[in-house]
């Protein structure tokens, strides 16, 4: 057994699948003497593909974003062409009889080793350049989705150091029951992706590849922190029996779809869903929500092949909006930057990139580009019957918002000047810096709206990266600064009446959500899974009960205090959510 941090509670059972940095499922084959011409034509007819690529990716990047943006694409076809990287790969498949795949996997490991000692900024960033290049061949040379993954028994148990968008894109319709992650903490990418699947997940299990190996049996537990492998039988059925109890837990939630989300004493409360993607918008409408509070763009530019234009974003964002519940979307423009990286934008080194070149800062430096996305987002809201409002992400001071109104406002009149049909579209921002949340009375009176980004306040209010196991016991949103924070924002927003919501991923866990109740908080947006449990809770709920376990918790001194407050508190309250409280 190893232990974790539980990041999606309930339990799961399945087989392991691991994912490797780089390939999905590294090859180390050998070809028959009889193969070498064929994998030498194999292997050079990748190349000129992604050679072909490259050089697309330049054209479309250079026009939309920038010449100086673009070059990144000619620095990797250059590696693509230097006759060390080629005749090193032809020379193990002709020599040594390797696959191509095989080959490539080794250069990668060779320049690994020779450059991972280096404390050389510019050797590091080629080496990351290096990688690209070849997952790009890689890419082009099979099917990400190797045999062994078609031949695993299902269900899935994802094993990786870290899960990013475009390797979850490449499991398709695979049923995955669990997730498990070297890093991250509670709002990585492995663990929301977990809770908008509603699936177990636990991360921080440094080393845990060299523990597990594809095919082993694992055991997922998301409230514990807790990972089995291969547990013998009497461990086996008893967590079977857990998983039993979650899968029932679940499904009698579930049946709540239809019913109103409102309080004990009759208070309505609005459930929203973060969303990535068009199946997550299905999601939200499957489980009962009342629209969508926080639409990611950039996983649509994360996962994109080059970079989307205006009228493919367009496309996506109208199909986003026909999807979801009510028609009713809130769209973050461009939160990049940080651990969410596209090689045009963001990609230069930075000592501390979480509090560096990021989100808004990072589209105030490409107007144009961030122009076509507002224009995009306008557009989307022509829709009939759509309710579309535009959030800014990482607004810090009076002097952003104000900006990003003047730049909404050229979009508007481009799109008049073009004749272009455009809806009426509210301009909020994402409260998630400590200034902002100091300054909030100066900042209400030039927004329509304001959600509270909670995973990045808290990070910022407790100086601890929220993706660092080794600091997650700071990380906590159930602490006594954040609550006062919070507790003042949404009393502001209150106060000038303007709609507030709370779109991180504390909105979603139960403890947290009596608590912001209690602040007057009445609009949440969570991971769509998380919508029936928050609904059940509810209508367990009343004001005067959680204002007053509100003004016990803003007397303690410590967050464990808080946490034990709230763990009896979920219990009396709603004991048949108990499987799935987290901490």
Same mark, same amino acid.
């Given at each position: 057994?190893?232990?974790?941090?539980?990041?999606?509670?309930?339990?799961?059972?399945?087989?392991?699948?691991?994912?490797?940095?780089?390939?999905?499922?590294?090859?180390?084959?050998?070809?028959?003497?009889?193969?070498?011409?064929?994998?030498?034509?194999?292997?050079?007819?990748?190349?000129?593909?992604?050679?072909?690529?490259?050089?697309?990716?330049?054209?479309?990047?250079?026009?939309?974003?920038?010449?100086?943006?673009?070059?990144?694409?000619?620095?990797?076809?250059?590696?693509?062409?230097?006759?060390?990287?080629?005749?090193?790969?032809?020379?193990?498949?002709?020599?040594?009889?390797?696959?191509?795949?095989?080959?490539?996997?080794?250069?990668?490991?060779?320049?690994?080793? $020779?450059?991972?000692?280096?404390?050389?900024?510019? %050797? &590091?960033?080629? =080496? #990351?350049?290096? !990688? /690209?290049?070849?997952?790009?061949?890689?890419?082009?040379?099979?099917?990400?989705?190797?045999?062994?993954?078609?031949?695993?028994?299902?269900?899935?148990?994802?094993?990786?150091?870290?899960?990013?968008?475009?390797?979850?894109?490449?499991?398709?319709?695979?049923?995955?029951?669990?997730?498990?992650?070297?890093?991250?903490?509670?709002?990585?990418?492995?663990?929301?992706?977990?809770?908008?699947?509603?699936?177990?997940?636990?991360?921080?299990?440094?080393?845990?590849?060299?523990?597990?190996?594809?095919?082993?049996?694992?055991?997922?537990?998301?409230?514990?922190?807790?990972?089995?492998?291969?547990?013998?039988?009497?461990?086996?059925?008893?967590? $079977?029996?857990?998983?039993?109890?979650?899968?029932? %837990? &679940?499904?009698? =939630? #579930?049946?709540? !779809? /239809?019913?109103?989300?409102?309080?004990?004493?009759?208070?309505?409360?609005?459930?929203?869903?973060?969303?990535?993607?068009l199946s997550d918008a299905q999601a939200a409408a499957a489980m009962g929500a009342s629209g969508v509070g926080l639409f990611r763009t950039e996983y649509l530019f994360l996962t994109h092949p080059d970079v989307p234009d205006e009228e493919e974003q367009?496309?996506?964002?109208?199909?986003?909006?026909?999807?979801?519940?009510?028609?009713?979307?809130?769209?973050?423009?461009?939160?990049?930057?940080?651990?969410?990286?596209?090689?045009?934008?963001?990609?230069?080194?930075?000592?501390?990139?979480?509090?560096?070149?990021?989100?808004?800062?990072?589209?105030?430096?490409?107007?144009?580009?961030?122009?076509?996305?507002?224009?995009?987002?306008?557009?989307?809201?022509?829709?009939?019957?759509?309710?579309?409002?535009?959030?800014?992400?990482?607004?810090?001071?009076?002097?952003?918002?104000?900006?990003?109104?003047?730049?909404?406002?050229?979009?508007?009149?481009?799109?008049?000047?073009?004749?272009?049909?455009?809806?009426?579209?509210?301009?909020?921002?994402?409260?998630?810096?400590?200034?902002?949340?100091?300054?909030?009375?100066?900042?209400?009176?030039?927004?329509?709206?304001?959600?509270?980004?909670?995973?990045?306040?808290?990070?910022?209010?407790?100086?601890?990266?929220?993706?660092?196991?080794?600091?997650?016991?700071?990380?906590?949103?159930?602490?006594?600064?954040?609550?006062?924070?919070?507790?003042?924002?949404?009393?502001?927003?209150?106060?000038?009446?303007?709609?507030?919501?709370?779109?991180?991923?504390?909105?979603?866990?139960?403890?947290?959500?009596?608590?912001?109740?209690?602040?007057?908080?009445?609009?949440?947006?969570?991971?769509?899974?998380?919508?029936?449990?928050?609904?059940?809770?509810?209508?367990?709920?009343?004001?005067?009960?959680?204002?007053?376990?509100?003004?016990?918790?803003?007397?303690?001194?410590?967050?464990?205090?808080?946490?034990?407050?709230?763990?009896?508190?979920?219990?009396?309250?709603?004991?048949?959510?108990?499987?799935?409280?987290?901490?």
């Amino acid at each position: 057994m190893r232990k974790g941090i539980g990041v999606s509670p309930g339990v799961a059972i399945g087989t392991a699948y691991c994912i490797h940095e780089i390939f999905v499922n590294p090859e180390t084959r050998q070809i028959d003497k009889s193969e070498v011409l064929a994998e030498l034509q194999r292997y050079d007819g990748a190349c000129e593909r992604v050679a072909a690529d490259l050089r697309a990716l330049y054209q479309k990047v250079a026009t939309q974003v920038g010449p100086d943006e673009a070059g990144i694409f000619r620095a990797h076809e250059a590696i693509l062409h230097d006759p060390s990287f080629r005749s090193k790969v032809r020379a193990w498949i002709v020599d040594e009889q390797h696959s191509a795949q095989s080959a490539l996997h080794r250069l990668l490991e060779e320049y690994t080793k $020779l450059f991972e000692s280096t404390h050389d900024d510019y %050797l &590091k960033e080629r =080496l #990351a350049d290096l !990688r /690209d290049v070849v997952i790009r061949i890689s890419g082009h040379l099979s099917d990400v989705l190797q045999p062994q993954l078609a031949s695993l028994p299902e269900p899935l148990i994802l094993v990786a150091a870290e899960l990013l968008p475009s390797q979850v894109v490449t499991l398709g319709k695979r049923q995955v029951a669990g997730i498990v992650t070297e890093t991250g903490g509670g709002t990585s990418h492995a663990a929301i992706l977990a809770r908008s699947r509603g699936v177990p997940a636990v991360t921080g299990l440094k080393g845990i590849l060299r523990a597990i190996k594809t095919g082993d049996t694992v055991v997922v537990d998301g409230r514990d922190g807790h990972v089995v492998i291969n547990p013998d039988p009497e461990t086996a059925s008893a967590y $079977l029996k857990l998983q039993r109890e979650f899968f029932h %837990l &679940k499904d009698a =939630l #579930a049946e709540n !779809r /239809d019913q109103p989300a409102v309080t004990a004493d009759g208070e309505k409360v609005e459930l929203l869903a973060n969303i990535n993607n068009l199946s997550d918008a299905q999601a939200a409408a499957a489980m009962g929500a009342s629209g969508v509070g926080l639409f990611r763009t950039e996983y649509l530019f994360l996962t994109h092949p080059d970079v989307p234009d205006e009228e493919e974003q367009l496309a996506a964002y109208r199909e986003i909006i026909a999807a979801s519940p009510s028609r009713h979307v809130t769209i973050r423009t461009l939160d990049l930057g940080g651990d969410k990286t596209i090689p045009y934008l963001g990609h230069a080194r930075e000592a501390n990139p979480f509090l560096g070149w990021r989100s808004i800062r990072l589209s105030f430096e490409h107007p144009e580009f961030f122009t076509t996305q507002i224009r995009a987002i306008l557009r989307s809201a022509a829709e009939p019957d759509s309710r579309v409002r535009m959030m800014f992400p990482m607004i810090t001071t009076l002097e952003e918002i104000r900006r990003v109104r003047k730049i909404v406002r050229k979009a508007r009149q481009s799109l008049i000047d073009q004749g272009k049909p455009f809806g009426d579209v509210q301009v909020g921002f994402m409260l998630e810096v400590p200034a902002a949340a100091m300054t909030i009375e100066t900042m209400l009176a030039n927004v329509d709206f304001v959600s509270i980004g909670s995973n990045d306040l808290v990070q910022y209010l407790m100086a601890a990266d929220r993706d660092n196991p080794k600091v997650n016991h700071l990380c906590q949103p159930l602490s006594p600064p954040v609550l006062q924070v919070l507790n003042k924002v949404i009393t502001a927003c209150r106060a000038a009446n303007k709609p507030v919501t709370l779109c991180g991923e504390m909105a979603g866990a139960p403890r947290a959500f009596v608590l912001l109740f209690g602040m007057g908080l009445r609009s949440f947006s969570m991971s769509p899974a998380f919508i029936p449990t928050l609904k059940e809770l509810a209508h367990h709920l009343t004001r005067e009960k959680a204002e007053a376990i509100l003004q016990r918790a803003l007397c303690l001194k410590t967050m464990s205090g808080i946490q034990r407050l709230m763990a009896d508190q979920i219990g009396e309250i709603a004991p048949n959510l108990k499987l799935l409280d987290t901490a």
